[in-house]
């Protein structure tokens, strides 16, 4: 059985393929009389917009998304909130040769393994074009959680990392990279630019911090908040990894060094050192939520790479139409949004339990 719906009380079920006539979300479990309106997500939406810069996808898709149920006189009401986003932009001519042969990299054959049957359009499902629903669901999730600030941005690009000690904020919205570095902006300027003209790709790492969560949401063994955290990523189109907090450079570490200590506080503990990424036995320890996110070179590119057909004959095929030299770059509302989403799932949870 396929899963089109994520959450277990705030919970959203994305429809839509790349190339049919819309794509959206129907999220339901949000609580009632929350203020919401259309201007609500779309600054969300617009931030993943495809054809912003010469570093993205040239397919112009403006993702106005509309409210069709679940809010009366601008307040949520309770009951399923169904949101809709059209496509506008579709070339579904740019894909007749991915109809006879799958592309290495992509889903082609393991859909056809599974369903005997694909939508070959621009990868129907599997096209990342689906994170738009994610990220207008993501949107409304923000609204359950106010007291929490989610904060996305690339840390990396093609092997080429941020400087933490130049890290300002401020800089995430003045380049198309969401990068907090300027200086490697620049540089990533470069990079891509190089793997677009040659036809290529590259991989990135886009991290997210939440602050403001409070010390208690999660749980533990099967529902522990960094295991929530890692499946809501892993499932987002092209990630093949994720790291909570230190991750894999704990593995290096001694038990000393990984340690989070802790001083007395006015109000609660005074950690020295956040090694965890804000997660301890499965529950927020009221620390930054760290999550690490590494996005694949986008497999559409124009050197012809061997393959096969439907049919088992060995063939060439390269990628047509408009793709992301580097899909990361336009991963970071994503994350963000399915960041948002976990921690609104796992505060309407902790209420339900401990009140």
């Not at 592309?103 to 694909?118: L, M, N, Q, S, V």
């Not at 908040?225 to 790291?243: F, R, S, Y």
Request: charged fraction near 20%.
């Amino acid at each position: 059985m396929s899963r089109n719906t994520f959450g277990h009380v705030f919970r959203f079920t994305t429809w839509g393929e790349s190339h049919g006539p819309a794509l959206g979300a129907v999220v339901d479990g949000c609580p009632p009389g929350i203020v919401l309106t259309e201007t609500d997500i779309q600054p969300f939406l617009d931030a993943r917009r495809p054809g912003q810069s010469r570093f993205t996808t040239q397919r112009q898709e403006p993702d106005q998304v509309r409210i069709l149920s679940g809010v009366f006189e601008g307040r949520t009401t309770g009951t399923p909130i169904s949101l809709m986003i059209e496509n506008v932009d579709q070339r579904s001519k740019d894909y007749s040769e991915v109809a006879r042969a799958y592309r290495p990299g992509h889903a082609d054959y393991a859909y056809d393994a599974k369903y005997g049957f694909r939508d070959y359009r621009g990868g129907g499902r599997s096209s990342a074009r689906e994170t738009a629903s994610r990220v207008a669901a993501g949107a409304v999730a923000r609204l359950v959680i106010p007291e929490v600030f989610i904060l996305g941005y690339v840390s990396a690009i093609g092997g080429d990392a941020i400087d933490p000690a130049a890290f300002n904020p401020a800089e995430i919205g003045r380049n198309p990279f969401f990068c907090p570095d300027a200086k490697a902006a620049e540089r990533w300027e470069a990079l891509v630019d190089k793997a677009r003209k040659d036809g290529s790709s590259l991989g990135a790492v886009v991290e997210c911090v939440a602050t403001g969560v409070p010390a208690g949401w999660g749980a533990p063994l099967y529902a522990k908040l960094d295991a929530e955290l890692a499946h809501a990523m892993m499932g987002i189109n092209a990630v093949k990894g994720v790291e909570i907090g230190d991750g894999f450079a704990a593995a290096a570490n001694t038990g000393e060094g990984n340690a989070d200590p802790m001083r007395p506080g006015n109000d609660g503990p005074i950690f020295t050192a956040n090694h965890a990424g804000g997660i301890a036995g499965g529950i927020s320890t009221g620390q930054p939520i760290v999550v690490r996110v590494a996005f694949k070179p986008t497999s559409s590119i124009l050197t012809p790479m061997p393959t096969i057909t439907r049919e088992g004959e060995a063939t060439e095929l390269f990628t047509k139409g408009r793709h992301d030299p580097c899909v990361g770059i336009r991963g970071v509302p994503v994350v963000e949004a399915m960041m948002a989403a976990v921690l609104a799932d796992q505060k309407m949870l902790h209420r339900a339990q401990c009140g």
